[in-house]
């Protein structure tokens, strides 16, 4: 499922297309494209409509993928990880490739992340999420994606105090 916003004129709004003008860095646009659990016709978003390096875009359709931070030709590529536990089960991650442009974010994840999906909700009611350019929107993300580990890592920990005290 691929998510479209934009920031222009003041406002920001959902659309179901990308204007190529919009790439741009001088359209005065800031554009943001979230894939959630990505198929072959989003890969070709991000090698046909971005032009994004086909390293990078492996990367981004691979299941796993380290954290690193690479520079490219006109953007960072960069991939996070988000913690998700169950108690009683998996304590495992997810990870988020994020592709940061001078006025564009893409995020790629396979569809679990909380972060993104509360950011998602907000961004067409709140214009400065977009307005404020795509590094504060990358700073939102991360930021919502690192205060989840404290409280992941303590649900653990009780866990782990529960199987120690048995």
């Given at each position: 499922?691929?998510?479209?916003?934009?920031h222009r004129n003041g406002r920001s709004e959902q659309v179901t297309s990308i204007d190529s003008g919009w790439l741009d860095p001088a359209s005065g646009v800031t554009l943001w494209?979230?894939?959630?659990?990505?198929?072959?016709?989003?890969s070709l978003l991000l090698s046909d409509t971005f032009r994004f390096h086909?390293?990078?875009?492996?990367?981004?359709?691979?299941?796993l993928e380290?954290?690193?931070?690479?520079?490219?030709?006109?953007?960072?590529?960069?991939?996070l990880h988000g913690l998700d536990y169950t108690k009683g089960e998996d304590f495992g991650t997810h990870d988020i490739d994020f592709?940061?442009?001078?006025?564009?974010?893409?995020?790629?994840?396979?569809?679990?992340?909380?972060?993104?999906?509360?950011?998602?909700?907000?961004?067409?009611?709140?214009?400065?999420?977009?307005?404020?350019?795509?590094?504060?929107l990358f700073h939102r993300i991360v930021d919502r994606l690192?205060?989840?580990?404290l409280p992941?890592?303590?649900e653990f920990e009780?866990?782990?105090?529960?199987?120690?005290?048995?």
């Open positions: 499922m691929t998510s479209i916003f934009v494209v979230d894939i959630a659990a990505p198929s072959v016709p989003e086909p390293l990078s875009v492996e990367d981004a359709m691979s299941a380290f954290p690193k931070v690479e520079a490219y030709n006109g953007y960072l590529y960069v991939v592709f940061l442009g001078r006025n564009f974010l893409v995020t790629v994840h396979d569809g679990n992340s909380r972060s993104i999906q509360e950011i998602r909700d907000y961004c067409p009611r709140n214009h400065t999420i977009l307005g404020d350019g795509p590094v504060a690192v205060d989840r580990y992941e890592v303590e009780d866990w782990m105090d529960e199987i120690e005290g048995a």
